[in-house]
C-alpha cells in the first residue's frame, strides 16, 4: 500500500480505506478490512504497530490541523461552526438510497435541526433526518471531539455521490450549501 503523501499546507491524498479519519481509531471500520462487498486486502491482519503508524501519519494530523484552527479561532474572538461535509454512495449493499443529503447530528441537533430544515424546502429534494447514517461516540470523531465537546454549533452534511461526481452538481450543491449555510449563520445571530 502506498504511503501517503503531504502535499503542502495541510493537505493529505489518502483514501478513507487505509484510514477513516471521521471513525475513532478502535472502531471497527476505522481501518476496514471489507468494504461494502469488496475485500481490502492492505488492512488485513495488520499488527497493532502498522495500526498505529496510520493513526501517527494520517489520522492525528488531520484532527490536529482542525484543533488548531478551532483554538485559533477561539484566541482570535472569532465564532466557530464545525460543518463535516461528506458524500455517500448512491447504492449499498445493493439497495438505492432515496435521498439526494442528509443531515447528521448527536447531542446537539439546534443547527443540523435549522438546516434540515432549510435544505427540504428546495424544491426536489428528499433529505434524510440521519440518514444514510447516524452520528454517534462509536462510530463519528469530528462531531464528538470537535463539535459537542467544545460546545460549537455544529452539523455533518452528506451529498450523494453521484450529484457531485461533475463539475456543474459540485458547483450546484457548492452555490446551495453556501446559500443555505449563510442563511443558517444568519438565523443564528437573530437569535430565531
Not at 445493493?94 to 443547527?111: E, F, K, T, V
Not at 430544515?117 to 428546495?122: Q, T
Not at 455533518?156 to 456543474?168: F, M, N, S, T
Not at 446559500?179 to 437569535?191: H, P, V
Request: hydrophobic share 35%.
Amino acid at each position: 500500500m502506498p504511503t501517503p503523501r503531504y502535499l503542502g499546507n495541510r493537505h493529505w491524498r489518502a483514501s478513507r480505506l487505509i484510514i477513516d479519519c471521521n471513525r475513532p481509531p478502535d472502531s471497527p471500520t476505522s481501518i476496514p478490512e471489507q468494504s461494502e462487498f469488496t475485500a481490502v486486502p492492505g488492512n488485513v491482519g495488520l499488527t497493532k504497530s502498522q495500526r498505529a503508524e496510520r493513526e501517527r501519519d494520517i489520522f492525528w494530523p488531520y484532527h490536529h490541523e482542525i484543533t488548531r484552527e478551532l483554538d485559533h479561532r477561539c484566541e482570535s474572538g472569532k465564532q466557530a461552526i464545525l460543518i463535516a461535509m461528506h458524500s455517500f454512495t448512491p447504492v449499498f449493499k445493493g439497495i438505492a438510497r432515496p435521498w439526494h443529503a442528509g443531515i447528521l447530528y448527536n447531542r446537539d441537533p439546534r443547527l443540523a435541526q435549522l438546516f434540515l430544515a432549510l435544505l427540504r424546502r428546495e424544491s426536489g429534494l428528499v433529505v434524510g433526518d440521519n440518514e444514510p447514517y447516524r452520528v454517534t461516540d462509536e462510530s463519528d470523531f469530528t462531531i464528538p471531539v470537535h463539535g459537542e465537546q467544545r460546545l460549537l454549533l455544529h452539523v455533518g452534511i452528506e451529498v450523494r455521490q453521484d450529484l457531485i461526481d461533475g463539475k456543474i452538481g459540485q458547483q450546484q450543491w457548492a452555490n446551495l450549501l453556501t446559500r443555505l449555510l449563510k442563511i443558517a449563520q444568519e438565523t443564528i445571530r437573530a437569535g430565531c
